[in-house]
């Protein structure tokens, strides 16, 4: 056998293996359970604004409905301005797209809420200052997302897509979005060539479909069909397919690879006291 057969056989065990044991996991999982019946309420890991007056910004992802959820994850952004009673939420959802709905929904869930039983990870989380600071360009961001009646699930634009198009355009946030976020590759503005999701490094992205991309918080990713295989090295963990980080864990806002931006960044770590589940009170529009 060539070595160049060898290393593609090799490859395809890195990535359908995972691909594999992820699926019979989720079917595993979910047998029997209705998505009707799945969990929706908090997660407890947003605080509740009536004891958090300082502005908030958070980001989640967890893992879709269905057999779907075996390779990705459905991604949102949360934020709260300092003083408000209620979150915004600002997500991609495809239920309805195709009757006319349009794909950007705002307030339809609370911040942290499961998603149809998937518990959320937290992947950003800004608080004080310079969360406040941040508000205003991630809704300009959101304005800007260029897909917002559109929705594909595959390569994209979908949920990752619109996330990582914030991410892009607000960099402070430090986002490195997991290996299972389909479609964050699909890059919004049109080219091969942007900066990574996190701001830390660039990509090569031909439709989602096939890329490279290199970066200090992301490590080096490689993608084929929209399945992410990589190395994290300044947090060290193997990306894989359908199984996502395998390693040590990235705190959420993790600013190791960045500097600090000014105005007194305030970051956590570990999870908030579970507060009520009724903090995301459902809003209209975007904030003007």
Not at 189 to 213: E, H, I, K, M, N
Not at 235 to 241: D, F
Not at 251 to 266: F, K, M, V, Y
């Amino acid at each position: 056998m060539s070595w160049s057969h060898a290393l593609a056989i090799g490859f395809l065990l890195l990535v359908l293996l995972p691909v594999g044991a992820a699926t019979g996991c989720t079917m595993l999982g979910h047998s029997g359970t209705s998505w009707r019946e799945a969990r929706r309420d908090s997660s407890g890991q947003a605080p509740d604004p009536a004891t958090t007056p300082e502005a908030v910004v958070q980001v989640y992802a967890a893992r879709t409905v269905g057999i779907r959820g075996a390779l990705g994850v459905h991604s949102w952004i949360a934020l709260k301005p300092a003083g408000a009673v209620s979150y915004t939420r600002y997500e991609v959802i495809g239920w309805g797209v195709d009757r006319g709905a349009r794909a950007v929904r705002v307030g339809r869930f609370g911040p942290d809420n499961h998603w149809f039983g998937s518990r959320p990870d937290r992947l950003a989380d800004v608080r004080g200052p310079e969360a406040e600071a941040l508000i205003p360009r991630i809704e300009d961001a959101v304005r800007s997302y260029p897909y917002p009646e559109s929705y594909r699930t595959w390569p994209g634009p979908n949920s990752n897509t619109f996330v990582a198009h914030v991410a892009r355009a607000v960099p402070e946030l430090g986002m490195d979005l997991p290996p299972t976020a389909i479609g964050k590759d699909f890059l919004t503005a049109g080219g091969l060539v942007a900066r990574s999701p996190s701001g830390t490094g660039y990509q090569v992205s031909v439709l989602g479909l096939l890329g490279v991309l290199v970066g200090v918080n992301e490590g080096i990713e490689l993608n084929v069909l929209g399945l992410v295989l990589g190395v994290d090295i300044t947090t060290p963990a193997l990306k894989l397919p359908g199984i996502g980080r395998v390693g040590m864990s990235r705190s959420p806002g993790d600013s190791s690879a960045r500097s600090p931006a000014p105005g007194g960044s305030q970051r956590r770590a570990s999870p908030d006291t579970p507060s009520s589940a009724g903090r995301g009170a459902p809003q209209a529009e975007i904030r003007r």
